[in-house]
Structure formats: structure tokens, C-alpha cells
Nanobody, 126 residues
């Protein structure tokens, strides 16, 4: 079992940066792929970024590619999402999630993730 707690959300202006953190507790964090998802009001949850258990492979949604960076440190049981050049449309609740894929890869499908955090709110204003 893995427990995930996100932090770092807040209210920022368009063009600003934020760094979201995901603290994991439990066993075998290094054997889980990690992902970030977000859900805006009235919209479905969408994939943002994912990283394989080794950290070697990363994948991003087209909407955030070049602006967001996902990272992890297995020794610290931590994952992060660095968000730069934030846009109004990035406003959402952001969730980190852990997936036991059984291989050093990633997945962008929410259904493949076994554990989820409670979410952290990001609001981007003009």
C-alpha cells in the first residue's frame, strides 16, 4: 500500500511557476510509476505527466509539453511536477498517483493507477 500527499498548489498569475510535490509513504515506492493528473471544474480528469519507476522515461500531455517537468527521487519517496509558464487553462485540482505496472515504463491511463493523493488546487489568474 502507498499513501500519497500532494502539496504546493496555490493562486498564481499567468506566466508564473509552481512546483507541486507528492510525498509517498508505504512500501516499494521505487517500484511504482508515478503520474500527475488534473481535473478542472466541470471537466473530466486528464493526464498531465508520468515517469517510470527508475525515472528514466517521462511522458507528457501535449498541452503541457515544454512547460511542465515531472521528476522523482526514490531515496526520498518523492515526486514533483515543476510547472512553468502557467496558463489560465492550467487551473485545476492536481493529483499524483502511483501505478504498479510491473515494468519500468509509464502509463497515461488513469485506470492503471492504484493509489491517488487527495489533490492540491492550482488557480491561475490573469
Amino acid at each position: 500500500q502507498v499513501q500519497l500527499v500532494e502539496s504546493g498548489g496555490g493562486l498564481v498569475e499567468a506566466g508564473d511557476s509552481l512546483r507541486l510535490s507528492c510525498a509517498a509513504s508505504g512500501r516499494s515506492f521505487s517500484s511504482y510509476a508515478m503520474g500527475w493528473f488534473r481535473q478542472a471544474p466541470g471537466k473530466e480528469r486528464e493526464f498531465v505527466a508520468a515517469v517510470s519507476w527508475s525515472g528514466d522515461t517521462k511522458f507528457y500531455a501535449d498541452s503541457v509539453k515544454g512547460r511542465f517537468t515531472i521528476s522523482r527521487e526514490n531515496d526520498k519517496n518523492m515526486a514533483w511536477l515543476q510547472m512553468n509558464s502557467l496558463k489560465l487553462e492550467d487551473t485545476a485540482v492536481y493529483y499524483c498517483a502511483a501505478a504498479s505496472l510491473g515494468t519500468d515504463w509509464y502509463d497515461e491511463r488513469a485506470d492503471e493507477y492504484d493509489y491517488w493523493g487527495q489533490g492540491t488546487q492550482v488557480i491561475v489568474s490573469s
